[in-house]
């Protein structure tokens, strides 16, 4: 999730990745992103398909081969310009959510709904994330990471503090800022964090990143998706949540070659 330098965060562009984790071929019936009440969405991948027929340059057919993994493109932009969120406001800006509905060899429907993707209008700009690794499958029990990139996109060095959400409601004084629904998503039953949960991180000078590994256990098995975490800066308390980090298929053996 990206913003154009130019576009002073009122149009923010969403890229994401599906991958079919079933041993079988799947027809996608509807693949959809869902804007936010103040927002309306341009769908890029009806600009420049993911999946085009090389002859005659029209999309395929929705079928997706196992492991087949597609990458989508959308860009979101306020209703009404003259009232996109303010640089001052607190308020989370929710962009919309991913709806997914296929079908699979025998008929049976499947549908996916991800959690709204949100940002925070006066934040956002200060501080971006970006999920640099993330397996796909992974064995109930067995440990695995997560690897992400954190950049500084202020003008001042930031001293960050990494913790989660749930943890935050109970030590915060901008605990308020957060939202139930993300609260109660770091709070998942399907991962244990293995990491501390409250690490400072390395100052990070403007311009500048650095990757931040974070370590689980899956304790549930089935398509899950990973929880949140939170950076807090320590001389102003403001919290960055990061969501939206992606799925995991949890089996609950490992995988035959």
């Not at 796909?136 to 060095?157: A, G, H, Y």
């Not at 915060?172 to 949960?197: C, Q, R």
């Not at 689980?216 to 980090?245: A, K």
Request: aromatic residues 6%; proline residues 8%.
């Amino acid at each position: 999730m990206h913003s154009p330098p130019d576009s002073k965060g009122s149009e923010i562009y969403i890229d994401a990745e599906i991958e079919n984790l079933t041993p079988q071929a799947l027809m996608m019936e509807r693949i959809a992103f869902e804007p936010g009440p103040m927002l309306k969405v341009t769908d890029m991948n009806n600009v420049v398909d993911w999946v085009r027929n090389k002859q005659d340059g029209r999309p395929t057919s929705g079928f997706m081969a196992p492991r087949d993994i597609w990458r989508l493109l959308y860009r979101t932009q306020p209703l009404n310009p003259s009232k996109s969120p303010s640089k001052s406001s607190n308020e989370d800006e929710v962009l919309g959510h991913m709806d997914i509905t296929w079908r699979s060899a025998m008929g049976e429907i499947g549908r996916l709904l991800t959690q709204d993707y949100r940002v925070e209008p006066h934040h956002y700009n200060e501080v971006s994330m970006k999920v640099i690794e993330l397996p796909t499958q992974v064995t109930v029990e067995d440990p695995f990471k997560l690897v992400c990139e954190i950049t500084n996109r202020s003008t001042r060095v930031l001293e960050l503090l990494l913790t989660r959400p749930d943890s935050e409601m109970n030590t915060s004084p901008n605990a308020s800022k957060l939202d139930a629904s993300i609260v109660e998503a770091s709070a998942s039953s399907a991962f244990i964090w293995t990491g501390m949960t409250n690490q400072l991180l390395e100052k990070l000078a403007p311009g500048t990143s650095l990757r931040l590994t974070l370590e689980y256990v899956p304790i549930m098995t089935g398509l899950q998706e990973m929880p949140p975490f939170l950076l807090r800066e320590v001389s102003t308390e403001n919290p960055f949540v990061f969501s939206n980090l992606g799925h995991v298929l949890v089996n609950s053996s490992p995988l035959v070659a």
